[in-house]
């Protein structure tokens, strides 16, 4: 028996009806996320933008905070879009929270990466290893911290590459902006040229230098011989300077003691070639007369 449907009696109006209701409320589902999402960073903005005002908490760990909450909100309201999308097709948030379940338990092993990321992001945030804005180094990479998230770390590195880090190969961090930080600069002079002046010429300058830098905190003070080059003597100048100052203020020093150097007529060495060129008609004669 063969059964044949006439589609002139399917009710087209109503289909077309219902589809247009679901597009309109998935299209509402999204602006509403959006909407959401944009107020809840603007107030997470104003909120730890009023802590640090009123010195509550210190900028780079309100930043980081931000960023962790901001991230927090992210994953909550798209477990909520999820979860209304679900509504709409006439699936329950039960049978979603079950079905992520078995899920979680069929890939859970192959998720500890992922567990341990977010572990270890809670001790670096717990612990305050690091906060955004810190100069750290993380194994071989150096750079400035822009997110410390449950599971990566963004480090932006001094060419402007951000690297993105799982929080699990962050076995060892060394922060560098954890009070003062040293500014080193070595100048080298001639054999000929007298130590003691130089030294004398080079705290004036570094005198100079300390007093028109308020982000020197100690010196710089010239501690003396530091070594002895190929063809120079090398001294050498510390101070303390305040966090990501210390490259500015090493390149000020640097021009600061050329100047003082060429105003005292000290010298500062380069390497030299001494060419020997032979003549070879010469030595042609004296192989023959030899």
């Given amino acids: 028996m ?6 002139g009696d399917f009710n087209w109006e109503a289909l077309l009806i219902s589809t247009g209701i679901i597009i309109l409320k998935v299209i509402g589902i999204f602006i509403a996320f959006a909407i959401v999402k944009a107020i809840g960073n603007k107030v997470l903005e ?11 908490i210190s900028q780079g760990r309100a930043l980081t905070l931000q ?3 901001e991230n927090i909100l992210s994953y909550a309201l798209i477990f909520i879009l999820v979860a209304s999308l679900f509504s709409i097709f006439g699936l329950s948030v039960a049978s979603l929270i079950a079905g992520a379940g078995i899920v979680g338990l069929a890939i859970g092993f192959g998720a500890q990466g992922l567990v341990s990321d977010v572990v270890t992001g809670f ?28 599971r990566t770390t963004q480090i ?28 080193l600069v070595d100048i080298g002079i001639s054999y000929d040229d007298n130590i003691d002046k130089a030294i004398e010429v080079m705290q004036r300058a570094c005198d100079l230098v300390a007093a028109e830098n308020p982000v020197i905190a100690d010196g710089p003070n010239v501690i003396g011989v530091q070594a002895f080059g190929s ?9 303390r300077t305040e966090n990501g100052e210390q490259w500015a203020v090493e390149r000020q020093l640097r021009k600061a003691i050329k100047e003082a150097f060429d105003a005292n007529g000290i010298e500062i060495p380069f390497p ?5 060129q032979k003549n070879s008609e010469n030595q042609g004669q004296s192989f023959g007369q030899a």
């Fill in 2 to 7: 063969v059964v044949l449907f006439d589609l």
């Fill in 272 to 276: 030299h070639q001494v060419l020997i």
């Fill in 67 to 69: 960023k962790l909450a």
């Fill in 46 to 56: 104003r909120t730890f933008s009023r802590l640090m005002k009123r010195e509550e």
């Fill in 156 to 183: 932006r590195s001094f060419n402007g590459t951000l690297n993105y880090i799982p929080n699990r190969e962050i076995t060892s961090v060394s922060n560098h902006s954890r009070g003062n930080m040293r500014a």
């Fill in 123 to 150: 001790f670096l945030l717990l612990e305050k290893q690091i906060d955004v804005n810190d100069y750290v180094t993380v194994g071989a990479m150096d750079g400035i911290v822009e997110s410390v998230g449950l």
């Fill in 231 to 239: 063809s120079e003597v090398v001294l050498r100048v510390i101070a």
